[in-house]
């Protein structure tokens, strides 16, 4: 290999410490340069180094910050650590309403809900204790889920309840990503027929995805506009000419959500038509020629098959989700009050009012929150996968 | 008339449904176009034909104007030429190096076994917390990390080597798809004060490495699935003609995944191309990309809706049109990668 050039040097190093971080298994008995020897580990490794140097270096650094307050006097910038309060003012102290929002007793229609959940986790918990052994992971995820759906109905179904930003962002993701998954499957079914034309409706069904949200987010504002805006005449025909986003907290949520709905439904559109058009016709056929209807051909037929690819679409979109802020950032500003916040734009509020330490709580949280959801849904997923 | 409820045949729906289809498939256009339509007439407004109510057609009931076209072209040209500029230069390549790093992880995670030691992953994330707590402690971050790193040479050689556990490439892989989870807003400030260490604020680096490293999950979790489905025999019988790995990989395997590789990349681009928090975060005035210039339109005087408009129509214009161009692939490629999940 010649004279140690710096760049050699430092290349018999990186593979060094890369071998003695990585073996490679794989075909030993064919005899192998030093390049092709290192080749696993120089494949991954630039994926690996990115991630630690923009991920888990800050992740862990926002920890830190999370656990501290930071001043800045006079261009020197004072960490002090303060441990857990930062999160104990979200959760239990002044913040504690703009998090949470406002609880009150749930009605009727609440404590009917609530009970359906209880027993549903109940039963799962039950079902994990006869496949053996006490299923100590579920007991806590029922407890943090039962939590949550509290929260939900004791802000949401009751009468003086206010929802926080929590929940506002939970109802985002929940009922935004069903209404998405409805309409994106209803379409693409209707897509896959053959019908002349419908290349037309992908290539149009597909526009709203391309366009920054940002830009979603203003053009939505044009559109709700109750004097200026196109629909101008709709709102005066409804008596409502007067009305103003801005003040009532159910029409800026639901603005924000349709606004969602635009932009990202063509994502499940688009993924679900190439499922249905994926399909192995035969089965089809023969569930034809046996007399079944569209419905029970749907049922026993499609649904069975494009629900691997659901199951992704959905994860993907739940954790996209979970980060929106540019929409309800730009169509209501969080606005009225509070009323559309979204924890991230929450955490974003606060970071402008230099509360970086409360900011990075706030993140924290967040991350919690979508990692929790994230690890049910897999779990969930792949029990029913297995099972069936 | 009865035959206006019957299909020709099982594959051909009858005109009845055809009607109904078309209806619905219709309508959903029409709340997808109107909106866009929308913005189109709105760049060719004055001012005054946007406050003074809604105005429909151009020519009937407004007349069309150039003004806002000339006002962000000509007037404030220079910054929107650099601000797309800054744009396409961000995305393309940060997609092109997200589609790069990304499908050899991929690639290299479905072809080799990998079982770094739990040990050597554990002595790392200390070796980190180290730097970072060093570094907030006052001591020079230089020093810090030059610390933290001979530290996890020696114990990687020491420590490390006594655990026997060791992950596999379903860890590895689960780990860099997980980091699509953590939210922005949670990492963003370190990054801030990370480039600004390394004085790269407001340049095209700063939002190229974020951005690359963003938008690596998805690549990989994209890819991952696509290399799964393409067979190994091909590239067995290559290596045994005496093809070097990345021989294989470059000449082999990625024409193979050309479907995959084209829908992640517009895919990546259009996040890239899109991105608004990071950016905001990052750049001041140098580096600036559309979408910020989009928002600066929300002036002292209210929203300039005309040049907002306008700024939007640019942006999304060359995405579009990719987006028409590749429609085929965007399906397809995507389509792989859902189905494994």
Not at chain 1, 22 to 30: K, L, Q, T
Request: charged share 10%; hydrophobic share 60%; proline share 5%.
């Amino acid at each position: 290999m010649g004279a140690q050039h710096p760049f050699l040097l430092l290349w018999q190093m990186a593979t060094v410490i890369s071998r003695a971080t990585f073996s490679d298994a794989r075909g030993a008995h064919i005899q192998r340069s030093r390049l092709e020897r290192a080749a696993p580990a120089l494949f991954i490794l630039p994926a690996v180094l990115v991630v630690l140097f923009i991920s888990i270096f800050p992740l862990l650094m926002s920890l830190f910050l999370s656990l501290s307050r930071i001043r800045f006097a006079g261009g020197a910038v004072q960490f002090e650590f303060v441990a857990l309060n930062n999160y104990r003012k979200l959760l239990l102290g002044s913040e504690q309403k703009v998090l949470f929002g406002v609880l009150d007793t749930p009605s009727p229609i609440g404590w009917a809900l609530l009970a359906a959940v209880a027993f549903g986790l109940a039963w799962w918990i039950v079902k994990g204790m006869r496949s053996g052994g006490l299923p100590i992971g579920r007991i806590l995820a029922s407890a943090l889920l039962g939590g949550l759906s509290w929260l939900v109905v004791a802000t949401l179904f009751s009468e003086k309840g206010r929802p926080g930003t929590l929940v506002v962002t939970m109802l985002y993701v929940f009922v935004g990503i069903t209404l998405q998954y409805l309409i994106g499957l209803g379409l693409a079914l209707l897509c896959a027929q053959q019908l002349p034309g419908r290349t037309f409706f992908r290539v149009v069904f597909l526009l709203p995805m391309m366009i920054t949200p940002v830009g979603v987010g203003y053009l939505f504002r044009m559109l709700a506009d109750t004097n200026k805006g196109p629909l101008m005449p709709l709102w005066v025909a409804l008596g409502l000419q007067d009305f103003s986003w801005a003040n009532n907290a159910w029409g800026a949520r639901i603005a924000v959500m349709i606004g969602d709905l635009w932009q990202w439904t063509p994502f499940m559109f688009i993924v679900l038509l190439a499922a249905l058009e994926g399909q192995d016709v035969e089965p089809v056929e023969a569930a034809i020629v046996d007399g079944a209807n569209s419905w029970q051909i749907f049922r026993y037929v499609t649904l069975p098959t494009i629900l691997p690819v659901s199951a992704t679409l959905i994860l993907i979109r739940m954790i996209e989700a979970f980060k929106i802020i540019d929409l309800p950032n730009i169509l209501t500003n969080g606005g009225p009050g509070t009323a559309t916040e979204t924890l991230t734009l929450y955490a974003y509020r606060i970071w402008r009012a230099l509360d970086i330490g409360g900011s990075a709580a706030i993140a924290y949280i967040l991350l919690f929150l979508v990692t929790f959801f994230a690890m049910v849904y897999v779990r969930a997923l792949r029990a029913r996968l297995v099972s069936t | 008339m009865k035959a206006f409820f019957r299909s020709a045949s099982p594959f051909r729906p009858s005109p009845f449904k055809m009607l109904v289809s078309y209806l619905i498939l219709g309508f959903w256009a029409f709340l997808i176009l109107f909106p866009l339509y929308w913005l189109f007439i709105t760049a060719f407004k004055l001012p005054a034909a946007v406050n003074n109510g809604p105005f429909y057609i151009p020519f009937v009931d407004f007349q069309p104007s150039l003004h806002a076209w000339e006002y962000v072209l000509v007037e404030v040209g220079v910054d929107t030429r650099r601000m797309f500029i800054n744009t396409v230069v961000v995305a393309l390549s940060s997609a092109t190096l997200a589609l790069v790093i990304g499908s050899s992880a991929a690639y290299a995670l479905t072809r080799f076994q990998f079982q770094p030691k739990l040990g050597t992953v554990v002595v790392f994330l200390l070796c980190v917390a180290l730097a970072v707590i060093l570094s907030v402690l006052g001591v020079p971050w230089q020093l810090a990390v030059a610390v933290a790193v001979a530290l996890f040479v020696v114990s990687l050689f020491t420590i490390a080597r006594r655990f026997k556990r060791a992950l596999n490439n379903n860890d590895i892989a689960f780990w860099l798809i997980s980091q699509r989870i953590m939210p922005p807003v949670a990492v963003v400030i370190p990054i801030y004060i990370v480039f600004q260490q390394l004085r790269l604020l407001d340049t095209w680096a700063a939002l190229i490495i974020t951005y690359v490293a963003t938008n690596l999950p998805i690549v990989v979790w994209l890819m991952r699935d696509y290399f799964m489905s393409i067979p190994y025999e091909l590239e067995e019988s290559a290596q045994i003609d005496g093809a070097s790995r990345f021989r294989i990989f470059a000449q082999i395997v990625l024409p193979l995944a050309k479907p995959g590789l084209v829908a992640t990349f517009l895919f990546v681009l259009v996040f890239c191309w899109n991105e608004y928090l990071l950016s905001l975060f990052l750049t001041n005035a140098n580096a600036q990309t559309m979408p910020q210039a989009v928002v600066a339109q929300n002036a002292t005087r209210g929203p300039q809706w005309w040049y907002m408009s306008v700024l939007v129509l640019i942006m999304i214009a060359p995405v579009i049109g990719m987006a028409i161009a590749l429609e085929r692939y965007i399906a397809r490629g995507l389509l792989v990668g859902a189905i494994k999940g």
